[in-house]
């Protein structure tokens, strides 16, 4: 699977997930201020990732810079492809 | 806000900009600390001024439940186990302390600014606790950080440290100066020998260093445990001296610490002073066991200080102070008018304290499902009042010193559902659950189910870490290490288990509901069912209580009759 269409992936989620009318999700949209926004919604966004793209998440690849924004998280899943 | 420890890194070029000086902040902090002493205090009557009580008679409010006999604001602050002063002369304290430690920390040139706040908290709490107990203090937190962070050539006379120190808290007051004074030299020189010839070599060794610094930082349940179990199979219990039992206090924030420590947050050569700096601050010292993870960590507390401009830092604190104020002046009151209202214009029997309704049910008494809802609720909004006045004023504290900690209790009145009130109530230590428990489960176990997955993690953190980690160990600490406090507090298992089911039922239903886009307390037609849920929720986290403050001679059974009866199911022999 190629970046592009991860980030695409991610996005859906999200806006269907969590959905946060009147903000345009992009790819630098800050993800911890309007998306990400307590534990429940960290471990569901693991859940689906894990599920969704057959990876492999570890309690150590939790941190500020994965979850920052859709890029960043987009990067992370194909860093585990 | 996902978990405190995730914070974006600040550069002290950042900090700068954020350390303008505006005087009218000052005079505001000023004046509200003043306010405190004034409401608070005895410090009307060496000053010659109207006391809290007859000004406010003069304005015609002469309520019930909200000043002693002292005639100043009865008040839910206080300083922990010591008695050197009284209550108020602790208060006046505590305030001027604030006060000066405020100053210097914001007039101060930048690189100062923490020492100062770390050298305030311990002048302030000398004052208050003695020399002794803060030895032990200090000693006890110097062998942590000489363990976590192991010496270089230069900074080797920190070894004769806790040697000194901790010969200090044990010693008897009444021991004479010139031994005292040997002895501190004789094991400082001792715990100096030790450190540099023997463990500062081994902690080269990896495996050493990792079981040694956890060792060192979970010395609090190790001790704890070991001490009640031993005075519950025979022995005599041991009494450890206060310096220990408050550093003991700060062992969920070193358990924050050490999991920073561990993924590399830390720097490897942080100096004593940066170490000390993350546990030692003034918005601590008051109640000293109330919200004790508050600033847990070296991660967030270190990237919270003039992470934004001080001045609103200040005004952020400022506005938490005036709310405390609020909170602590009326709580009892509030809760004094809701049980008189429901007892004489409703006519429904409340009672003033839980433990006296689960002794009248067990003692057969009637307790019809008003009354059980009523007493339970009541007294939950009296403790979120009185620990929102104490836990504002602490983290006021934190703030108005250049802090952006977040606020322990955030209005609990507007949870909708269960997992949210649990973060409105008690922040800071629902993310020590989080970071300790509820990752740790989450991450390993269940992978195939989520729901499973989410009940394992939820029972973990808010069931089990809460009852051992989060009361039974709080409770050796504060009461003393008697085998007898485990066993009360274990028979309290249902409070946990059922909270913890709560928890998950609201979070579950948070992942599966189809309306996902509206936000609670929506002006529309969805608002009267807010009501409803927010009712609901408080209703059942009051209800849960039944289990925790209970009568003596009750049995587990008993509680969840009562528990039951809650929801008018009688299960009565």
Known sequence: ?81 | MIGLGFQKPISDKEREKNNQNRHGFVLATLAVLGIFIYLFTEIYHPLGIISPKDFANNFGFTLKHVFDSDENVDCEIYISNTSLFSNDQERLILFLGSAIAFLLAYYLPFKLKRAALTFSFLTIVIILYGIRPIAGLLGSHIIVYLILHPLNLNRKFLAWLPGSFIYLTFSEPSSLIPAVIFNTVFFGYLSFFCYWFILRNLLDKDKFHRVTGTIAVQSAGIITLLGSSIEGLGGSEWKLPLGILLFFFHWRRLFIYHMDFKSGRIPKDLTLLSYLSIFFSPGQIANWSWGSSIGQGYSYTNDRFYNKDKNQLVLDGLKLLGWSIFYLAIGDWIKYNLIYYARHEMGIPVFWRLRELSCHFIDGGQAPVLTIWFSCLFDQIKWFLLMTGVLHFKVGIWKICGYDIEPNMNRPWLATNLANLWGRITLHYRDFLIRCFYYPVFFRFFKKNLYLRLFAAIMASAGFGNLFWGNIIRRWIGRGLEWRYAIGLLKTWPHFVTLGFGIWVSAVWQLIKKDKTRKPWTLDRKLPLDLISMYITLQYYSLTHVFFYTCSRGTVWDFWRLFFAGFGINLDP
């Open chain 1, 1 to 81: 699977m190629e970046k592009p269409q991860i980030e695409m992936e991610l996005k859906k989620y999200f806006e269907t997930e969590f959905p946060n009318p009147g903000l345009e999700l992009e790819s630098s949209t800050d993800l911890l201020a309007n998306f990400i926004t307590d534990s429940l919604r960290v471990v569901a966004t693991v859940a689906f990732m894990e599920s969704h793209f057959g990876i492999d998440i570890s309690e150590a690849d939790i941190g500020v810079e994965t979850f920052q924004d859709i890029n960043n998280l987009s990067e992370f899943v194909f860093s585990k492809l």
